[in-house]
């Protein structure tokens, strides 16, 4: 069983930076991703970034990775998202969630951080 724990988010204004951290208590297995997905209000929750949780690799939409960065320590269990040139559309909330590599579902989620960027 994982469980995870988002923190990080926040107010900030347009063109700033935010780091996202999600921690996980339990083992997380050498074979699962960790991945990083969004919600706005009225919309449906999207993917921002997946790391693989050996070996490190990433993905991202293609629509924020000039942006954000996703990254792992594996020591502290701990996933973050690095935000940088925010905009007011980057308003949502933040999930975090598990998944082994061999499905596409993400099993496991955490409960979001909010993220609210003005103009």
């Known amino acids: 069983q994982v469980q995870l724990v988002e923190s990080g988010g926040g107010l900030v204004q347009a063109g700033g930076s935010l780091r996202l951290s999600c921690a996980a208590s339990g083992r997380i297995p050498n074979t699962y991703v960790l991945g990083w997905f969004r919600q706005a209000p009225g919309t449906e929750r999207e993917f921002v970034a997946g790391i693989y949780w050996n070996g490190g690799g990433t993905t991202y939409a293609d629509s924020m990775k000039a942006r954000f960065t996703i990254s792992r320590d594996n020591a502290k269990n701990t996933v973050y998202l690095q935000m940088n040139s925010l905009k007011p559309e980057d308003t949502a909330v933040y999930y975090c969630?598990?998944?082994?590599?061999?499905?596409?579902?993400?099993?496991?989620w955490g409960q979001g951080t909010q993220v609210t960027v003005s103009s």
């Open positions: 969630a598990a998944r082994a590599r061999w499905v596409t579902a993400y099993a496991y």
